[in-house]
T-cell receptor, first 114, second 115 residues
């Protein structure tokens, strides 16, 4: 399996612009997670889905952030409008109950908002 | 709310020495605990997963122990090599399976193995 795939790997944008991050989970996994990593706050869970349904979005920092999972093989995290403090590395991870919920992470998207 | 602490925050050892990385968590009602490795600028790689019913898990030179009642896990890396240089993170998940293994991460231990 190719593992969790994320795109783009790097994104540089100007403040106020819309940013869309993409994730393809491992085939057969029914849970998908979005995390954000910064030096100040470490790794934080933003939102997770089970069978394409959002279960817990309590980590989403503001209404500017939204996430969707239209099918089992694709998810997006959107920031609109973006701000410099959104600069971070965003990770996607997936898992399934058959593996005792062991999570597998993608390579991440490094977002820089100027 | 689960809180995870990893001590030390950084560790530097000569090649060949054994590494001991500590992880403590405040809520002992966990389903499992994962140890990850993160190389600079890279994603997280799962090293070991210990189920709450297990006391330890081994993979090659890596051994992880779990003492759920005291809220502690330890990762041992035997005969360290320069290639082991990375940041190591632990992450317990809650007992409630419906949470789908919602992980809480520690701040990590940054390891440098000097040749």
């Amino acid at each position: 399996d190719a593992g969790v795939i994320q795109s783009p790997r790097h994104e540089v944008t100007e403040m106020g612009q819309e940013v869309t991050l993409r994730c393809k989970p491992i085939s057969g996994h029914d849970y998908l997670f979005w995390y954000r990593q910064t030096m100040m706050r470490g790794l934080e869970l933003l939102i997770y889905f089970n069978n394409n349904v959002p279960i817990d979005d309590s980590g989403m920092p503001e209404d500017r952030f939204s996430a969707k999972m239209p099918n089992a093989s694709f998810s997006t995290l959107k920031i609109q409008p973006s701000e410099p403090r959104d600069s971070a590395v965003y990770f996607c991870a997936s898992t399934h109950s058959g593996s005792f919920y062991e999570q597998y992470f993608g390579p991440g998207t490094r977002l820089t908002v100027t | 709310k689960q809180e995870v602490t990893q001590i030390p925050a950084a560790l530097s050892v000569p090649e060949g020495e054994n590494l001991v990385l500590n992880c403590s968590f405040t809520d002992s009602a966990i389903y499992n605990l994962q140890w990850f490795r993160q190389d600079p600028g890279k994603g997280l790689t799962s090293l070991l997963l210990i189920q709450s019913s297990q006391r330890e898990q081994t993979s090659g030179r890596l051994n992880a122990s779990l003492d759920k009642s005291s809220g502690r896990s330890t990762l041992y890396i035997a005969a360290s090599q320069p290639g082991d240089s990375a940041t190591y993170l632990c992450a317990p998940s809650p007992m409630i399976k419906a949470a789908g293994n919602k992980l809480t991460f520690g701040g990590g231990t940054r390891v440098l193995v000097k040749p």
